[in-house]
């Protein structure tokens, strides 16, 4: 039988708010997408002169994992290798390979270029972290509880993992969502079991 | 050469993204790379296309990469002789 897998950290930014651990800790309602992105960067006095030179998808997911592991994430209990990452989208990175598409009819730009994939979201909260466990990024017609579900527990019962951040990170224009969950076998104070109906509530929670 | 240092700083900030760095945050001799600015190698790939679409010069030699980008003087040097080159 299955050890229980608990969610032991959630963050939710969505329309120009942000939840950590469903209690709102931010939000901007004046700002367009990059503004908005940057006045979060800039509440939470985050150091980390790279973040500008990310595009916007990678921008979220790693300000989304940024708020997820703050104060109450201890990585030490961990091995680099056994601290996954595993996000999924519909729109991939779409947001930037049209920028990108525009710049090929002039200079093609490779700042741009290197985030036409949406793994790099993954890869910059990785490098951020210090993290070197399994990660995939998958492409779905909609957000999909089940599957995350299913994936990750699969991952950490079978000791791949023994944390991982998961979840749903999405921007396409001026349209975005993300959803972080961090997931560990030992619950802590106010952690919820990783089931579907628990990520599917927490996925709604701004929608009231 | 000073004017165009000064142009260089700014044109290096607004194309790598260096929001939290003004101009008069570079020394004209800083090394760009590593211990410097700490650019990394898309960085110079950037750099690259910005003497293209600014200057107009291509970096005909690859191996001449370390020398031009060492620092903003070695920048401007660089297209400073170009431009002479050109004319």
Redesign the interface.
Known sequence: MSANIYITASCIISKNVVYKNAEKVFENQTSAVPDFLSSLYLHFEIKY?KF??MDNLSKLGWLAAEILLKDNFNADKYKAEAIGVVLANTNSSLDTDIRYYASVK??A???LF?YTLPNIVIGEICIRHHLKGENAFFICEQFDGEFIEQYVTNLINNNILQACICGWVELLNDQYKTVLFLVEKEALPGSMLFTNENINKTYQLENG | MDNLMLDLKKQIIAQLNLQDIKPEDIADNQPLFVEGLGLDSIDALELIVLLQQSYKIKLSNADDGPKVFRSVKTMAEYITAHRAQNV
């Open positions: 002169p500008y030179k002039n200079i730009s490779p700042a290197v």
